[in-house]
């Protein structure tokens, strides 16, 4: 079964620094997708990232990086320099290919809180 | 392009009472989604449509929950008696092909109180 472990509930930075979210999942398939989505205070889940199990290159966007590890089954997210404005509750997301239909099995969310 | 829509944003209710929440998804997408979100938690599905067929609806509490897709655009959810454990955010979410892989995009959500 597949499982998204998120083992960081809260972290509290000051602005400018820095912070790291770590992702852990668990799947049998050899082909599955991986996606980090942002649910801001207004409730709704922003779509950030989507990565397949064969690309391992990491991914920068802006000051959003991603950072992709099969041998170690990770996928960490990175803010840099944050701002007020990243205060948000991040979710990591696994979906298998060979499970029914496109179901997300979500981790259980780290709450950012970037402090001015 | 409009986003996924849904209503009514906040529903309070007293237990045993019926609830129903709407949902519009994205322009052309066949493919439509219904979460429940507790409090700290990730979202977790509770039903799955492609057009107006339910595909995967493993999840769903048939006992007091249903939904329908009538046509194949909008959706309702439908809790019927609500009880105290219901309270959650109902997500709905929409993508534009059904197999694994495709980005879901997800509405504010209607955020419901059962007391």
């Known amino acids: 079964a597949q499982k998204v472990t998120q083992a960081q509930t809260e972290i509290s930075v000051v602005e400018k620094e820095d912070v790291t979210l770590d992702c852990v999942y668990e799947?049998?398939?050899?082909?599955?997708?991986l996606f980090w989505y942002k649910q801001p205070p207004s409730g709704e889940l922003v779509f950030l990232i989507r990565?397949?199990?064969?690309?391992?290159q990491n991914e920068i966007s802006g000051r959003y990086s991603w950072n992709f590890q099969k041998s170690t089954s990770s996928f960490n997210f990175t803010i840099t320099a944050s701002q007020v404005v990243d205060s948000a509750v991040y979710f990591c997301a696994l979906s298998e290919v060979k499970a029914a239909g496109n179901k997300l099995t979500f981790g259980g969310g780290t709450r950012v809180l970037v402090k001015p | 392009e409009a986003g996924v829509v849904q209503s009514p944003r906040y529903k309070i209710i007293e237990k045993k009472q019926p609830v129903a929440f709407w949902c519009n998804p994205i322009s052309g997408h066949n493919t439509l989604y219904w979460y429940r979100q507790n409090l700290g938690q990730g979202p977790e599905l509770l039903i799955r449509y492609e057009n107006e067929e339910a595909v995967d609806d493993s999840q769903l509490p048939k006992d007091r929950f249903s939904a329908e897709r009538l046509k194949g655009v909008d959706s309702t959810l439908k809790i019927q008696p609500a009880e105290l454990g219901d309270s959650a955010v109902y997500l709905c979410a929409s993508s534009l092909v059904p197999v694994s892989g495709g980005t879901q995009y997800f509405g504010p959500g209607t955020r419901l109180l059962v007391l």
């Open positions: 799947t049998r398939d050899t082909t599955y997708y």
């Open positions: 990565r397949n199990s064969f690309d391992e």
